[in-house]
DNA sequence: AAGCGTATCAAACACCTGTTTGAAATACAA
DNA sequence: TTGTATTTCAAACAGGTGTTTGATACGCTT
Protein backbone atom coordinates (compact mmCIF):
# COMPACT_ATOMS: atom_id res chain seq x y z
CA UNK A 1 0.00 0.00 0.00
CA UNK A 2 0.65 3.51 -0.46
CA UNK A 3 -0.56 5.57 1.98
CA UNK A 4 0.59 9.32 2.47
CA UNK A 5 2.24 8.94 5.63
CA UNK A 6 4.69 6.32 4.91
CA UNK A 7 8.39 6.49 6.04
CA UNK A 8 10.42 5.42 3.09
CA UNK A 9 14.12 5.33 3.24
CA UNK A 10 14.29 8.43 1.15
CA UNK A 11 12.33 10.59 3.61
CA UNK A 12 14.75 8.57 6.44
CA UNK A 13 17.90 10.73 4.55
CA UNK A 14 15.69 14.01 4.10
CA UNK A 15 15.03 13.62 7.79
CA UNK A 16 18.92 12.96 8.89
CA UNK A 17 19.95 15.90 6.19
CA UNK A 18 17.46 18.26 7.81
CA UNK A 19 18.87 17.76 11.39
CA UNK A 20 22.47 17.56 10.62
CA UNK A 21 21.71 21.11 8.32
CA UNK A 22 20.42 22.51 11.18
CA UNK A 23 23.39 21.53 13.60
CA UNK A 24 26.10 22.81 11.19
CA UNK A 25 24.28 25.75 9.46
CA UNK A 26 24.24 26.72 13.50
CA UNK A 27 27.23 26.25 14.06
CA UNK A 28 29.15 27.62 11.25
CA UNK A 29 26.54 30.25 9.63
CA UNK A 30 24.99 29.81 5.88
CA UNK A 31 28.32 30.02 4.37
CA UNK A 32 30.78 28.53 6.37
CA UNK A 33 28.85 25.21 6.27
CA UNK A 34 29.57 23.00 3.89
CA UNK A 35 27.73 20.32 2.21
CA UNK A 36 30.46 17.95 2.60
CA UNK A 37 29.97 18.13 6.37
CA UNK A 38 26.41 17.87 6.55
CA UNK A 39 26.12 15.13 4.69
CA UNK A 40 28.65 13.58 6.52
CA UNK A 41 26.86 14.34 10.09
CA UNK A 42 23.83 12.38 8.20
CA UNK A 43 26.00 9.91 6.62
CA UNK A 44 24.77 10.43 3.19
CA UNK A 45 26.37 11.14 -0.45
CA UNK A 46 27.10 14.48 -1.56
CA UNK A 47 24.62 14.25 -4.18
CA UNK A 48 22.07 13.59 -1.68
CA UNK A 49 21.35 17.26 -0.91
CA UNK A 50 20.96 18.36 -4.61
CA UNK A 51 18.69 15.47 -5.00
CA UNK A 52 16.17 16.08 -2.30
CA UNK A 53 16.58 20.06 -1.86
CA UNK A 54 17.66 20.98 -5.29
CA UNK A 55 20.62 23.34 -4.06
CA UNK A 56 22.37 24.45 -0.72
CA UNK A 57 19.99 27.05 -0.76
CA UNK A 58 17.01 25.08 -0.86
CA UNK A 59 18.30 23.05 2.03
CA UNK A 60 18.26 26.08 4.03
CA UNK A 61 14.86 27.09 3.01
CA UNK A 62 13.79 23.85 4.56
CA UNK A 63 15.60 23.72 7.31
CA UNK A 64 14.36 26.86 8.98
CA UNK A 65 11.16 26.17 11.22
CA UNK A 66 9.80 29.21 12.38
CA UNK A 67 7.22 26.77 14.54
CA UNK A 68 9.25 27.39 18.17
CA UNK A 69 9.45 31.41 17.70
CA UNK A 70 5.85 31.33 17.25
CA UNK A 71 5.04 29.35 19.99
CA UNK A 72 7.01 31.31 22.50
CA UNK A 73 4.66 34.40 21.61
CA UNK A 74 1.61 32.30 21.66
CA UNK A 75 2.82 30.90 24.87
CA UNK A 76 3.22 34.52 26.27
CA UNK A 77 0.21 35.89 25.02
CA UNK A 78 -1.59 33.46 27.12
CA UNK A 79 0.65 34.29 30.35
CA UNK A 80 -1.69 36.84 31.81
CA UNK A 81 -2.37 40.75 31.73
CA UNK A 82 0.61 42.13 33.44
CA UNK A 83 2.70 43.77 30.38
CA UNK A 84 5.62 43.75 33.01
CA UNK A 85 5.66 40.14 33.73
CA UNK A 86 5.06 39.25 30.29
CA UNK A 87 8.01 40.64 29.42
CA UNK A 88 10.17 38.97 31.84
CA UNK A 89 8.99 35.36 30.94
CA UNK A 90 9.22 36.53 27.19
CA UNK A 91 12.95 37.35 27.75
CA UNK A 92 13.56 34.43 29.82
CA UNK A 93 12.42 32.19 26.86
CA UNK A 94 14.05 33.62 24.52
CA UNK A 95 17.48 33.77 26.10
CA UNK A 96 16.91 30.05 26.86
CA UNK A 97 16.46 29.59 22.95
CA UNK A 98 19.12 31.65 22.10
CA UNK A 99 21.74 30.25 24.86
CA UNK A 100 20.71 27.22 26.18
CA UNK A 101 22.87 24.23 24.91
CA UNK A 102 20.32 21.53 25.34
CA UNK A 103 17.81 23.03 23.50
CA UNK A 104 16.53 21.62 20.88
CA UNK A 105 15.34 24.68 18.68
CA UNK A 106 18.64 25.37 16.67
CA UNK A 107 16.02 27.63 15.06
CA UNK A 108 17.02 30.77 16.79
CA UNK A 109 20.93 29.83 16.34
CA UNK A 110 20.80 30.06 12.36
CA UNK A 111 18.23 33.34 12.44
CA UNK A 112 21.04 34.73 14.79
CA UNK A 113 23.62 34.23 12.49
CA UNK A 114 21.63 35.04 9.48
CA UNK A 115 21.63 38.82 10.88
CA UNK A 116 24.68 39.70 9.65
CA UNK A 117 25.58 38.56 6.17
CA UNK A 118 22.21 38.26 4.45
CA UNK A 119 21.56 34.66 2.79
CA UNK A 120 18.94 34.18 -0.33
CA UNK A 121 16.52 33.13 2.84
CA UNK A 122 16.95 36.41 4.83
CA UNK A 123 14.40 38.57 3.21
CA UNK A 124 11.86 35.10 3.97
CA UNK A 125 12.90 35.09 7.68
CA UNK A 126 12.46 38.61 8.14
CA UNK A 127 9.36 38.60 6.67
CA UNK A 128 8.34 35.61 8.78
CA UNK A 129 9.63 35.56 12.01
CA UNK A 130 11.78 38.95 12.59
CA UNK A 131 9.23 41.28 11.79
CA UNK A 132 6.24 39.55 13.59
CA UNK A 133 8.82 39.65 16.63
CA UNK A 134 9.36 43.18 16.84
CA UNK A 135 5.34 43.69 16.14
CA UNK A 136 4.38 41.96 19.52
CA UNK A 137 7.02 43.09 21.32
CA UNK A 138 6.10 46.61 19.99
CA UNK A 139 2.67 45.95 21.65
CA UNK A 140 4.39 44.59 24.99
CA UNK A 141 6.56 47.92 24.90
CA UNK A 142 3.53 50.13 24.07
CA UNK A 143 1.37 48.47 27.63
CA UNK A 144 3.94 49.16 29.93
CA UNK A 145 4.76 52.75 28.53
CA UNK A 146 0.92 53.06 28.73
CA UNK A 147 1.43 55.10 25.14
CA UNK A 148 3.70 58.02 26.85
CA UNK A 149 5.78 56.68 24.30
CA UNK A 150 6.84 58.46 20.39
CA UNK A 151 6.13 55.73 17.74
CA UNK A 152 9.90 55.72 16.92
CA UNK A 153 11.12 56.14 20.52
CA UNK A 154 8.86 53.19 21.10
CA UNK A 155 10.83 51.38 17.94
CA UNK A 156 14.45 52.04 19.31
CA UNK A 157 13.13 50.94 22.85
CA UNK A 158 12.12 47.48 21.16
CA UNK A 159 15.54 47.58 19.37
CA UNK A 160 17.40 47.83 22.70
CA UNK A 161 15.72 44.83 23.88
CA UNK A 162 16.70 42.65 21.28
CA UNK A 163 20.41 44.08 20.99
CA UNK A 164 21.17 43.39 24.44
CA UNK A 165 19.62 39.67 23.92
CA UNK A 166 20.81 39.09 20.69
CA UNK A 167 24.71 40.08 21.89
CA UNK A 168 24.59 37.43 24.24
CA UNK A 169 24.75 35.03 21.40
CA UNK A 170 26.59 36.99 18.64
CA UNK A 171 29.73 37.50 20.41
CA UNK A 172 29.91 34.68 22.38
CA UNK A 173 33.63 34.26 20.82
CA UNK A 174 34.38 37.27 22.29
CA UNK A 175 32.67 36.83 25.75
CA UNK A 176 33.99 33.64 26.42
CA UNK A 177 37.84 35.17 26.01
CA UNK A 178 37.14 38.18 28.01
CA UNK A 179 35.68 35.92 30.50
CA UNK A 180 36.37 32.52 30.39
CA UNK A 181 35.08 31.15 33.83
CA UNK A 182 32.05 32.32 32.54
CA UNK A 183 29.31 29.26 31.56
CA UNK A 184 25.60 29.50 30.07
CA UNK A 185 24.48 27.39 32.38
CA UNK A 186 21.20 27.85 33.46
CA UNK A 187 21.77 29.69 36.46
CA UNK A 188 23.78 31.93 34.39
CA UNK A 189 21.09 32.29 31.58
CA UNK A 190 18.10 33.32 34.31
CA UNK A 191 20.43 35.65 35.79
CA UNK A 192 21.15 36.63 32.08
CA UNK A 193 17.50 37.14 30.97
CA UNK A 194 16.34 38.82 34.64
CA UNK A 195 18.82 41.61 34.37
CA UNK A 196 18.05 42.62 30.86
CA UNK A 197 14.12 42.51 31.97
CA UNK A 198 15.18 44.73 34.71
CA UNK A 199 17.70 46.96 32.57
CA UNK A 200 15.26 47.28 29.62
CA UNK A 201 11.91 48.14 32.26
CA UNK A 202 13.81 50.92 33.90
CA UNK A 203 14.82 52.25 30.38
CA UNK A 204 11.35 51.97 29.21
CA UNK A 205 9.81 53.87 32.44
CA UNK A 206 12.03 56.52 31.50
CA UNK A 207 11.31 56.88 27.87
CA UNK A 208 7.74 57.08 29.37
CA UNK A 209 8.58 59.39 31.68
CA UNK A 210 10.51 61.63 29.82
CA UNK A 211 7.13 62.69 28.03
CA UNK A 212 7.35 64.44 24.54
CA UNK B 1 70.40 59.11 0.30
CA UNK B 2 68.12 56.28 2.01
CA UNK B 3 66.81 57.89 5.09
CA UNK B 4 64.26 56.21 7.34
CA UNK B 5 61.81 58.29 6.17
CA UNK B 6 61.79 57.76 2.58
CA UNK B 7 58.62 56.93 0.45
CA UNK B 8 59.45 54.27 -1.84
CA UNK B 9 56.81 53.29 -4.56
CA UNK B 10 56.65 49.87 -2.32
CA UNK B 11 56.00 51.94 0.83
CA UNK B 12 53.06 53.59 -1.55
CA UNK B 13 51.76 50.06 -3.10
CA UNK B 14 51.70 48.74 0.51
CA UNK B 15 49.55 51.79 1.72
CA UNK B 16 46.98 51.43 -1.55
CA UNK B 17 47.13 47.19 -0.49
CA UNK B 18 46.17 48.32 3.48
CA UNK B 19 43.60 50.68 2.33
CA UNK B 20 42.06 48.13 0.23
CA UNK B 21 42.15 45.52 2.72
CA UNK B 22 40.54 48.03 5.46
CA UNK B 23 37.77 48.78 2.67
CA UNK B 24 36.94 45.41 1.81
CA UNK B 25 37.44 43.68 4.93
CA UNK B 26 34.95 46.46 6.84
CA UNK B 27 32.36 45.13 3.90
CA UNK B 28 32.64 41.61 3.28
CA UNK B 29 34.11 40.34 6.87
CA UNK B 30 37.52 38.65 6.97
CA UNK B 31 36.13 35.45 5.14
CA UNK B 32 34.11 36.83 3.12
CA UNK B 33 36.90 39.44 1.82
CA UNK B 34 38.69 38.09 -1.71
CA UNK B 35 42.36 38.84 -2.13
CA UNK B 36 41.97 39.26 -5.62
CA UNK B 37 38.92 42.05 -5.02
CA UNK B 38 41.75 43.51 -2.46
CA UNK B 39 44.21 43.69 -5.01
CA UNK B 40 41.84 44.63 -7.80
CA UNK B 41 40.68 48.27 -5.29
CA UNK B 42 44.41 48.51 -4.70
CA UNK B 43 45.97 48.61 -8.65
CA UNK B 44 48.27 45.93 -7.82
CA UNK B 45 48.84 42.08 -8.85
CA UNK B 46 47.29 39.48 -6.51
CA UNK B 47 51.22 37.61 -5.68
CA UNK B 48 51.57 41.68 -4.07
CA UNK B 49 49.56 40.70 -0.47
CA UNK B 50 51.81 37.86 -0.25
CA UNK B 51 55.16 39.65 -0.84
CA UNK B 52 54.41 42.33 1.50
CA UNK B 53 52.15 41.01 4.10
CA UNK B 54 53.18 36.98 3.76
CA UNK B 55 49.41 35.71 3.82
CA UNK B 56 46.11 37.29 4.38
CA UNK B 57 46.42 36.55 8.15
CA UNK B 58 48.85 38.95 7.60
CA UNK B 59 46.93 41.70 6.00
CA UNK B 60 44.62 41.82 8.37
CA UNK B 61 47.01 42.05 11.16
CA UNK B 62 48.65 45.44 9.77
CA UNK B 63 45.23 46.42 8.71
CA UNK B 64 43.88 46.65 12.11
CA UNK B 65 44.25 49.71 13.80
CA UNK B 66 43.39 50.17 17.65
CA UNK B 67 44.09 54.35 17.55
CA UNK B 68 40.85 55.76 16.77
CA UNK B 69 39.36 53.49 19.85
CA UNK B 70 42.25 54.67 22.33
CA UNK B 71 41.53 58.17 21.34
CA UNK B 72 38.03 57.87 22.07
CA UNK B 73 38.64 56.98 25.63
CA UNK B 74 41.68 59.27 25.51
CA UNK B 75 39.40 61.93 24.59
CA UNK B 76 36.08 60.77 26.79
CA UNK B 77 38.56 60.96 30.08
CA UNK B 78 39.43 64.62 29.42
CA UNK B 79 35.91 65.44 29.29
CA UNK B 80 35.18 66.38 32.44
CA UNK B 81 34.03 64.80 36.12
CA UNK B 82 30.20 64.12 35.87
CA UNK B 83 29.84 60.54 34.32
CA UNK B 84 26.98 60.63 33.64
CA UNK B 85 27.39 63.21 30.50
CA UNK B 86 30.79 61.51 29.43
CA UNK B 87 28.61 58.08 29.60
CA UNK B 88 26.50 59.67 26.93
CA UNK B 89 29.69 61.65 25.60
CA UNK B 90 31.14 58.24 25.08
CA UNK B 91 27.82 56.30 23.71
CA UNK B 92 28.02 58.98 21.11
CA UNK B 93 31.30 59.11 19.87
CA UNK B 94 31.09 55.45 19.77
CA UNK B 95 27.51 55.47 17.18
CA UNK B 96 29.54 57.74 15.34
CA UNK B 97 32.53 55.34 14.85
CA UNK B 98 30.10 52.57 14.02
CA UNK B 99 27.39 53.71 11.46
CA UNK B 100 28.53 57.26 9.97
CA UNK B 101 29.44 56.36 6.43
CA UNK B 102 31.43 59.74 6.39
CA UNK B 103 33.84 58.19 8.97
CA UNK B 104 37.53 57.61 8.12
CA UNK B 105 37.85 54.83 10.77
CA UNK B 106 36.29 51.53 9.57
CA UNK B 107 38.60 50.29 11.89
CA UNK B 108 35.35 49.66 14.82
CA UNK B 109 33.46 48.25 11.82
CA UNK B 110 35.90 45.75 10.89
CA UNK B 111 36.02 44.45 14.16
CA UNK B 112 32.28 43.93 14.56
CA UNK B 113 32.44 41.89 11.85
CA UNK B 114 34.64 39.74 13.34
CA UNK B 115 32.71 39.13 16.82
CA UNK B 116 31.03 36.19 15.19
CA UNK B 117 32.86 34.04 14.18
CA UNK B 118 36.71 34.18 15.55
CA UNK B 119 39.34 34.62 12.87
CA UNK B 120 43.31 34.47 13.82
CA UNK B 121 43.52 38.08 14.85
CA UNK B 122 40.36 37.52 17.30
CA UNK B 123 42.70 36.82 20.28
CA UNK B 124 44.82 40.24 19.78
CA UNK B 125 41.67 42.43 19.05
CA UNK B 126 39.72 41.51 22.36
CA UNK B 127 43.82 41.85 24.29
CA UNK B 128 44.53 45.20 22.21
CA UNK B 129 40.92 47.11 21.82
CA UNK B 130 37.91 44.83 23.44
CA UNK B 131 39.23 44.36 26.95
CA UNK B 132 40.54 47.98 27.50
CA UNK B 133 37.03 49.21 26.73
CA UNK B 134 35.09 46.90 28.27
CA UNK B 135 37.34 47.82 31.32
CA UNK B 136 37.17 51.50 30.21
CA UNK B 137 32.84 51.63 30.43
CA UNK B 138 33.08 49.72 33.21
CA UNK B 139 34.80 52.18 35.48
CA UNK B 140 32.01 54.85 34.02
CA UNK B 141 29.28 52.58 34.90
CA UNK B 142 30.86 51.98 38.56
CA UNK B 143 31.09 55.82 39.16
CA UNK B 144 27.62 56.31 37.78
CA UNK B 145 26.21 53.39 40.45
CA UNK B 146 28.28 54.70 43.08
CA UNK B 147 29.40 51.13 44.16
CA UNK B 148 26.06 49.96 44.88
CA UNK B 149 26.02 47.13 42.58
CA UNK B 150 27.89 44.32 42.62
CA UNK B 151 30.47 43.40 40.33
CA UNK B 152 28.60 40.43 37.74
CA UNK B 153 25.45 43.37 37.53
CA UNK B 154 28.11 45.95 36.81
CA UNK B 155 29.33 43.49 33.85
CA UNK B 156 26.04 42.55 32.90
CA UNK B 157 25.21 46.14 32.29
CA UNK B 158 28.46 46.86 30.50
CA UNK B 159 27.36 44.35 27.76
CA UNK B 160 23.78 45.87 27.64
CA UNK B 161 25.29 49.04 27.14
CA UNK B 162 27.64 47.65 24.53
CA UNK B 163 24.83 44.95 23.13
CA UNK B 164 22.51 47.90 22.07
CA UNK B 165 25.10 49.88 20.24
CA UNK B 166 26.81 46.88 18.18
CA UNK B 167 23.13 45.69 17.34
CA UNK B 168 22.55 48.79 15.37
CA UNK B 169 25.79 47.82 13.18
CA UNK B 170 25.16 44.05 13.47
CA UNK B 171 21.59 44.00 12.47
CA UNK B 172 21.90 46.56 9.48
CA UNK B 173 21.04 43.90 7.28
CA UNK B 174 18.02 42.73 8.74
CA UNK B 175 17.00 46.67 10.38
CA UNK B 176 17.15 47.90 6.58
CA UNK B 177 14.14 45.09 5.87
CA UNK B 178 12.35 46.20 8.61
CA UNK B 179 12.16 49.83 8.46
CA UNK B 180 13.21 50.34 4.72
CA UNK B 181 12.81 54.47 5.20
CA UNK B 182 15.53 54.64 8.22
CA UNK B 183 18.74 56.27 7.14
CA UNK B 184 22.12 56.54 9.34
CA UNK B 185 22.27 59.92 8.70
CA UNK B 186 23.96 62.19 11.48
CA UNK B 187 20.53 63.32 13.38
CA UNK B 188 19.24 59.66 12.96
CA UNK B 189 23.11 58.48 14.37
CA UNK B 190 22.73 61.26 17.35
CA UNK B 191 18.52 60.19 18.70
CA UNK B 192 19.38 56.80 17.96
CA UNK B 193 22.61 57.49 20.73
CA UNK B 194 20.87 59.33 23.31
CA UNK B 195 18.20 56.70 23.26
CA UNK B 196 20.62 53.97 24.37
CA UNK B 197 22.21 56.31 26.81
CA UNK B 198 19.16 57.73 28.40
CA UNK B 199 18.00 53.97 28.32
CA UNK B 200 20.92 52.76 29.79
CA UNK B 201 21.26 55.64 32.74
CA UNK B 202 17.81 54.11 33.65
CA UNK B 203 19.01 50.98 33.59
CA UNK B 204 21.91 51.79 35.95
CA UNK B 205 20.44 53.49 38.13
CA UNK B 206 17.72 50.83 38.88
CA UNK B 207 20.12 48.49 38.96
CA UNK B 208 22.16 50.62 42.11
CA UNK B 209 18.76 51.15 43.50
CA UNK B 210 17.88 47.74 43.89
CA UNK B 211 21.33 47.19 46.11
CA UNK B 212 21.40 43.37 46.78
C1' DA C 1 76.76 52.34 -18.05
C1' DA C 2 77.06 48.20 -15.31
C1' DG C 3 75.59 45.57 -11.48
C1' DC C 4 72.53 44.31 -7.83
C1' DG C 5 68.73 43.95 -4.90
C1' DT C 6 63.91 44.88 -4.83
C1' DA C 7 59.25 44.99 -6.68
C1' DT C 8 55.88 43.61 -10.07
C1' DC C 9 53.63 40.54 -13.05
C1' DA C 10 51.16 36.64 -15.64
C1' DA C 11 50.72 32.12 -14.97
C1' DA C 12 50.31 28.08 -12.57
C1' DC C 13 49.55 25.39 -8.30
C1' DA C 14 46.98 22.79 -4.89
C1' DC C 15 42.93 22.75 -2.62
C1' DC C 16 38.10 23.55 -1.65
C1' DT C 17 33.42 24.82 -3.12
C1' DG C 18 28.47 23.62 -4.93
C1' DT C 19 26.75 20.92 -8.50
C1' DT C 20 26.19 17.31 -12.20
C1' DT C 21 26.62 12.81 -14.25
C1' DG C 22 25.78 8.13 -15.37
C1' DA C 23 25.99 3.82 -13.53
C1' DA C 24 24.68 0.77 -9.72
C1' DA C 25 21.54 -0.52 -6.12
C1' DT C 26 17.13 -0.59 -4.19
C1' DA C 27 12.06 -0.46 -3.74
C1' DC C 28 7.79 -1.40 -5.51
C1' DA C 29 3.95 -2.82 -8.73
C1' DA C 30 2.30 -5.99 -12.22
C1' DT D 1 9.92 -12.90 -11.53
C1' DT D 2 10.06 -9.08 -14.42
C1' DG D 3 9.96 -4.25 -15.43
C1' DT D 4 9.97 0.40 -13.95
C1' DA D 5 10.75 4.25 -11.08
C1' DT D 6 13.22 5.93 -7.30
C1' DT D 7 17.26 6.47 -4.57
C1' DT D 8 22.25 6.06 -3.74
C1' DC D 9 26.92 6.36 -5.03
C1' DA D 10 31.81 7.37 -6.74
C1' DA D 11 33.61 10.26 -9.82
C1' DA D 12 34.09 14.20 -12.33
C1' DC D 13 33.03 19.08 -13.33
C1' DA D 14 33.46 24.12 -13.41
C1' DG D 15 34.59 27.82 -10.81
C1' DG D 16 36.75 30.16 -6.90
C1' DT D 17 40.21 30.36 -3.06
C1' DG D 18 45.02 31.57 -1.00
C1' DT D 19 49.56 30.92 -2.32
C1' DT D 20 53.89 30.07 -5.13
C1' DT D 21 56.88 30.51 -9.03
C1' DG D 22 60.16 32.27 -12.26
C1' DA D 23 60.76 35.71 -15.44
C1' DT D 24 60.68 40.64 -16.14
C1' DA D 25 61.02 45.56 -15.01
C1' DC D 26 62.50 48.98 -11.99
C1' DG D 27 65.35 51.95 -8.70
C1' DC D 28 69.56 52.85 -6.87
C1' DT D 29 74.50 52.69 -5.87
C1' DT D 30 78.95 52.35 -7.77
Redesign the pocket.
Known amino acids: ??GAT?I???????ARLLDAARGVFAQHGF?G???????RRA?????????????????LAEALNFAPLKALQQANARAGDCPELRLRLFIRDFMLMLLDENNASTQCRIMARELADPTPALDQIVREAIAPLHEFLGELVREIAEKKTGEAELRRCVLSIFGQCLFYRHSHPVLQRLHPEMRYDDREIEAIARHIAEFSLAGIRHSAGAAR
Chains 1, 2 share one sequence.
Do not use: P, W
Request: charged letters at 25%.
Open positions: MTDTASDQTRQATIREICEANVAAVNYHFGSKDGL
